[in-house]
């Protein structure tokens, strides 16, 4: 059932809160703690339900996963090869990344798994791992168009391959790694533009035999495979992608400051804060430190007078999921914003390009787009608001109108926010604490 929630007009937000785990941090510590051997300890793990869905494939394929009562997750592993034969298949909810990297980790192990997602997912683009993924010997078979469900038989000898990444994809990058570290000898990948780097630094902390280098055609990846993983203990630092929201509505909403504690500051995940610094915010990054492998701070946000920018278009993947909240943001700045080299934005969890211009719109904004590129015309304060936005079964249209409608004259519906459950579950009630007026629609109210 739609789950609809209308945001009102908020001032003087305040407080210090942490949020959930990275979500393609949690993803990939599953994955390789369940393929390693020994028991492996997850701490801050996000569990939100695209997680657990690589929880629950994780365990189909053979490998035992536990939450303490402390939440702390114990994992043991399958070792490398060592997957069972799925029983019938494999559900992966919403989440792309779940479904693209599992999809590498089966590819070379000779079992058969069938793959499916809900009505998001079932309509995003399978092919880009489908044709690597196969010239390492797997037989692979989706829906027509290249969907969900995807059914794919294993590589009984899967051959290394040497692939440059035709679309800037952390997720087909990973997929291709994954399906390395079952295959004999050195499988390479060539990003011509760095994409997020998790998948890497997790691998070297699980021992995986893994190096880098950079040359005229981007940076290349190797994996020699076929050698064991060992367990690994990891800890989960907060998503910059979730506190995306809460900053945004300390930038926004007048007379606020807010402290958001222990975010992952990787540095391509960080283009928001840039592009955001760029435009006038004032947001502070306290105490920077080293965990685990990855760069944390706290950050600490205040209303700020924004100015719209150009936002480059070799920006775009370190910001990639950023884009509906910076849309919203340029809304409500001074000037144009204009979002260049975006066209991926097409296929994730919604057209992300047509459900922002055309919530926008709705609230009384003007918005320009073309095939990759998008340009807000900031109102320089308060939207008009008074819309009621299809969500488009996508988390993050949802958390952004809903930041929006919170510097709106009238209230801001979303029609179904069930969605946000899948990065953000306790979305709701940490901007409520913060002082946003998010709420329940009234019985029978219009938006
Ligand atoms: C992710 C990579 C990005 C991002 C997604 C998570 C990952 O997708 O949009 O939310 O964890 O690897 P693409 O690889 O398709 O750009």
Redesign the pocket.
């Given at each position: 059932m739609a789950q609809p929630l209308v945001s009102q007009f908020s001032h003087s937000l305040s407080g210090t809160v942490r949020v959930p785990g990275d979500?393609?941090i949690s993803?990939?510590a599953v994955m390789l703690a369940a393929t390693a051997i020994g028991e492996s300890r997850i701490s801050g793990l996000l569990e939100s339900a695209d997680v657990i869905h690589t929880v629950q494939a994780m365990a189909a394929l053979g490998a035992h996963l536990e939450r303490d009562a402390d939440g702390t997750w114990t994992v043991s592993g399958t070792g490398i090869g060592g997957y069972a034969q799925p029983e019938g298949s494999i559900d992966f909810g919403n989440s792309?990344?779940g479904v693209?990297?599992v999809a590498g980790l089966v590819a070379t192990t000779p079992i058969k798994t069938i793959m499916t997602g809900d009505a998001s997912l079932s309509r995003r683009p399978m092919g880009r791992i489908v044709t690597p993924l196969e010239l390492f010997g797997a037989r692979i078979d989706t829906a027509p168009g290249g969907t969900l469900p995807m059914r794919i038989i294993g590589a009984k000898d899967p051959v290394p391959i040497t692939y440059t990444l035709p679309?800037?994809?952390?997720?087909?990058?990973?997929a291709i790694l994954l399906a390395a570290l079952n295959t004999p000898g050195e499988t390479t990948v060539i990003e011509p533009v760095a994409?997020?780097d998790?998948?890497e630094k997790m691998l070297k902390a699980f021992g995986a035999d893994i190096r880098e280098d950079f040359g005229e055609e981007g940076r290349r990846i190797t994996v020699r495979g076929e050698k064991e993983l060992h367990a690994c203990d990891i800890h989960v630092p907060g998503d910059p992608?979730s506190a995306a929201f809460p900053l945004a509505a300390a930038l926004m909403c007048p007379d606020s400051r807010v402290t958001i504690r222990n975010v992952l500051l990787n540095p391509t995940r960080t283009g928001l804060i840039q592009t955001l610094h760029e435009m006038g915010a004032e947001i502070r990054i306290l105490n920077p430190r080293q965990e685990g492998g990855e760069i944390v701070g706290d950050l600490e946000a205040s209303t700020s007078r924004l100015e719209g920018i150009v936002v480059p278009a070799e920006r775009a993947?370190s910001m990639?999921?950023e884009y509906p909240i910076l849309a919203a943001i340029a809304a409500h700045a001074h000037g144009v914003t204009r979002m260049e080299g975006i066209g991926?934005l097409r296929?994730?969890e919604s057209d992300r390009i047509a459900a922002m211009a055309a919530g926008l719109a709705a609230c009384g904004v003007t918005v320009r787009t073309g095939e990759d590129w998008m340009e807000v015309d900031g109102i320089g304060g308060c939207i008009p608001g008074g819309a009621c936005i299809e969500t488009h079964m996508d988390h993050r249209i949802a958390m952004a109108f809903l930041v929006l409608g919170l510097v709106s004259r009238a209230p801001v519906t979303v029609n179904d926010a069930a969605m946000i459950a899948t990065s953000f579950p306790a979305f709701v009630s940490l901007m409520r604490s913060l002082g946003a007026r998010i709420s329940e629609p009234q019985q029978g109210a219009e938006a």
């Amino acid at each position: 059932m739609a789950q609809p929630l209308v945001s009102q007009f908020s001032h003087s937000l305040s407080g210090t809160v942490r949020v959930p785990g990275d979500k393609s941090i949690s993803h990939r510590a599953v994955m390789l703690a369940a393929t390693a051997i020994g028991e492996s300890r997850i701490s801050g793990l996000l569990e939100s339900a695209d997680v657990i869905h690589t929880v629950q494939a994780m365990a189909a394929l053979g490998a035992h996963l536990e939450r303490d009562a402390d939440g702390t997750w114990t994992v043991s592993g399958t070792g490398i090869g060592g997957y069972a034969q799925p029983e019938g298949s494999i559900d992966f909810g919403n989440s792309g990344t779940g479904v693209r990297l599992v999809a590498g980790l089966v590819a070379t192990t000779p079992i058969k798994t069938i793959m499916t997602g809900d009505a998001s997912l079932s309509r995003r683009p399978m092919g880009r791992i489908v044709t690597p993924l196969e010239l390492f010997g797997a037989r692979i078979d989706t829906a027509p168009g290249g969907t969900l469900p995807m059914r794919i038989i294993g590589a009984k000898d899967p051959v290394p391959i040497t692939y440059t990444l035709p679309v800037p994809s952390a997720q087909v990058k990973s997929a291709i790694l994954l399906a390395a570290l079952n295959t004999p000898g050195e499988t390479t990948v060539i990003e011509p533009v760095a994409t997020r780097d998790h998948t890497e630094k997790m691998l070297k902390a699980f021992g995986a035999d893994i190096r880098e280098d950079f040359g005229e055609e981007g940076r290349r990846i190797t994996v020699r495979g076929e050698k064991e993983l060992h367990a690994c203990d990891i800890h989960v630092p907060g998503d910059p992608s979730s506190a995306a929201f809460p900053l945004a509505a300390a930038l926004m909403c007048p007379d606020s400051r807010v402290t958001i504690r222990n975010v992952l500051l990787n540095p391509t995940r960080t283009g928001l804060i840039q592009t955001l610094h760029e435009m006038g915010a004032e947001i502070r990054i306290l105490n920077p430190r080293q965990e685990g492998g990855e760069i944390v701070g706290d950050l600490e946000a205040s209303t700020s007078r924004l100015e719209g920018i150009v936002v480059p278009a070799e920006r775009a993947p370190s910001m990639i999921d950023e884009y509906p909240i910076l849309a919203a943001i340029a809304a409500h700045a001074h000037g144009v914003t204009r979002m260049e080299g975006i066209g991926e934005l097409r296929v994730k969890e919604s057209d992300r390009i047509a459900a922002m211009a055309a919530g926008l719109a709705a609230c009384g904004v003007t918005v320009r787009t073309g095939e990759d590129w998008m340009e807000v015309d900031g109102i320089g304060g308060c939207i008009p608001g008074g819309a009621c936005i299809e969500t488009h079964m996508d988390h993050r249209i949802a958390m952004a109108f809903l930041v929006l409608g919170l510097v709106s004259r009238a209230p801001v519906t979303v029609n179904d926010a069930a969605m946000i459950a899948t990065s953000f579950p306790a979305f709701v009630s940490l901007m409520r604490s913060l002082g946003a007026r998010i709420s329940e629609p009234q019985q029978g109210a219009e938006a």
